[in-house]
């Protein structure tokens, strides 16, 4: 049962666009989300984070929604870059501890 | 920053061979973990630990073992190598909560793609 899910695999968009990355999950326990962004042949980075108190959350070109009633989640980049292509995790914890992850949303920026 | 050192990039070994994967972070935190990431598959938890001599199972933990023996430093160990262990494997450690603008964020090594043969 895989409680954090990116349903969609890979995303392709045009520079200067927005990009939508989603996210879903099904435990109730979980209240902190995060996003990370992996380059390849390097470790995962943290890029922004939400807490379940919180509706949204907004760094920069980043901002994360997180809709509790739906549990769902989403990751905007507006303009999106093409520095900004990498796979983008998703990431949800109970509290203390271990983060449970979604198998990533490739997303490729096209100048 | 936080640093987060793996010991090796690249890897190969053959079946059977009993393989260390080394980890070491500079920032005191707590918790460390110990991933594989596979094409499709995301970011699987092999082991973690949340304090010196002490570890906990994550959802793989099969045909793999830990040791943490000072805070600073995490080790895998792949009792017998097998092919099916040809993987990426990433370390990561992140503090207890105490911070609220940190609160659950981890930082991962440069990962050691090991190969099995």
């Known amino acids: 049962d895989q409680q954090v899910k990116q349903n969609s695999p890979s995303l392709s968009v045009q520079e200067g666009r927005i990009s939508i990355l989603n996210c879903d999950y099904t435990?109730?326990?979980?209240?902190?989300f995060l996003w990370y962004k992996k380059y390849p042949a390097e470790g995962p980075t943290f890029l922004i984070s939400?807490?379940?108190?919180?509706d949204k959350n907004e760094d920069g070109r980043f901002t994360v929604f997180l809709n509790k009633s739906a549990k769902h989640l989403s990751l905007h980049i507006v303009p999106s870059q093409p520095g900004d292509s990498a796979v983008y995790f998703c990431?949800?914890?109970?509290?203390?501890?271990?983060?449970?992850f979604g198998d990533g949303t490739t997303l490729t920026v096209k100048p | 920053d936080v640093k987060v050192t793996q010991s090796s990039r690249y890897l190969v070994k053959r079946t059977g061979e009993k393989v260390f994967l080394e980890c070491v972070q500079d920032?005191?935190?707590?918790?460390m973990f110990w991933y594989r990431q596979d094409p499709g598959l995301g970011l699987r938890l092999i082991y973690f630990?949340?304090?010196?001599?002490?570890?906990e199972k994550g959802d793989i933990p099969e045909g793999y073992s830990v040791s943490r023996e000072k805070k600073e430093r995490f080790s895998l160990i792949l009792e017998s190598a097998s092919t099916n262990q040809t993987s990426m494997y990433l370390c990561?450690?992140?503090?207890?909560?105490?911070?609220?603008?940190?609160?659950?964020?981890?930082?991962f090594g440069a990962g050691t793609r090991l190969s099995v043969l």
């Open positions: 990561a450690s992140s503090s207890l909560p105490r911070d609220s603008d940190r609160f659950g964020i981890q930082y």
């Open positions: 435990n109730s326990m979980f209240d902190y």
């Open positions: 939400i807490s379940s108190i919180k």
């Open positions: 990431a949800a914890t109970p509290g203390a501890g271990k983060s449970t």
């Open positions: 920032m005191d935190h707590e918790n």
């Open positions: 630990s949340y304090d010196v001599k002490m570890k």
